[in-house]
């Protein structure tokens, strides 16, 4: 099992930047790919960027590519979500995912964590 603890959300006006982090605990936290999603209300959760075991591969939906940066850091077992330039319609809740693959799809991922609120203010 793998537990998923995500912090860092909060409200920002447009234009502004927020941090997410995800902490990882339960497993090599190395072996898994990891994925941030959101959901704004009335929608459906949708995929955000992706990021392989070593870091050394990134993938980003279009509607944040050049704004938003996902990292990791597997010495301290966390999973980072920069996003930069937020508009209003970045506000959703954003969800850490952890799987064995590199996926946009949400099925793809087996660990998920309770979400943290994104709100951006115009």
């Known amino acids: 099992q793998v537990q998923l603890v995500e912090s860092g959300g909060g409200l920002v006006q447009a234009g502004g930047s927020l941090r997410l982090s995800c902490a990882a605990s339960?497993?090599?936290?190395?072996?898994?790919?990891m994925g941030w999603f959101r959901q704004a209300p009335g929608k459906e959760r949708e995929f955000v960027a992706a990021i392989t075991r070593s870091g050394g591969s990134t993938s980003y939906a279009d509607s944040v590519k050049g704004r938003f940066t996902i990292s990791r850091d597997n010495a301290k077992n966390t999973a980072y979500l920069q996003m930069n330039s937020l508009k209003p319609e970045d506000t959703a809740v954003y969800f850490c995912a952890a799987g064995p693959l590199e996926s946009i799809f949400n099925y793809r991922y087996h660990y998920w964590g309770q979400g943290t609120q994104v709100t951006v203010s115009s």
């Open positions: 339960g497993r090599t936290f190395s072996s898994l790919v």
